[in-house]
């Protein structure tokens, strides 16, 4: 299958980055043209990953990550004046184990905003994208989190703005009858509910 104008390719792998190490790869698989490069100034992440521009100590960590990023050899840069070029590397385009998402949606995750519950976009989106690439019939909330690296709240709220806020999921909780009588919550059997018209 190939990727539309209109979809975003994520490895699994990137689920497992860093903070900004993730919003740099998103920011490439969103905003890349068709060669996989993204051009910008450091101003225009911010922009993009929702943060404030000119702060020294985010511009330091979004140059770290991109430092880290080149460094395991998942992309390349090039530094024109004030102006970056990111692009994938050999090793960065190949492809185990793919999920696709519409742009849209990823966007919808990055505007996502609610009083009752707070929870990043990045961590909203992290928990998106397993859910879509999840195989298991029933999955546990301590299960994502670990794998994730995330806390099980953030993986709680992200699958309440998942399901209740977005409609993007629907949860079933699964059950069993312990030895004692009791009912045993085995976790969740989770399905896609979200799609974009075009």
Do not use: H
């Amino acid at each position: 299958m190939t990727q539309t104008q209109n979809e975003a390719e994520f490895e699994f792998e990137w689920l497992l980055r860093q903070k900004y190490e993730f919003k740099i790869l998103t920011l490439i698989a969103v905003l890349a043209d068709n060669n996989l490069a993204y051009r910008g100034t450091l101003k225009d992440m911010c922009e993009f990953f929702g943060v404030k521009p000119g702060d020294s100590r985010t511009n330091n960590q979004i140059k770290a990550a991109i430092t880290k990023l080149e460094a395991d050899g998942l992309l390349k840069q090039i530094v024109d004046g004030r102006t970056f070029t990111l692009t994938l590397s050999k090793k960065g385009e190949q492809r185990k184990r793919v999920i696709r998402i519409q742009k849209e949606w990823v966007e919808i995750a990055k505007n996502y905003k609610s009083e009752e519950n707070s929870i990043s976009w990045m961590n909203l989106l992290k928990v998106w994208l397993y859910l879509i690439d999840n195989k298991q019939e029933v999955i546990k909330t301590s299960a994502v989190a670990l794998e994730l690296g995330l806390s099980k709240d953030s993986v709680k709220r992200a699958k309440k703005a998942l399901e209740q806020d977005m409609n993007a999921i629907i949860s079933k909780k699964k059950a069993k009858i312990a030895e004692n009588g009791w009912y045993c919550c085995l976790g969740s059997s989770i399905t896609l509910n979200a799609w974009v018209d075009d």
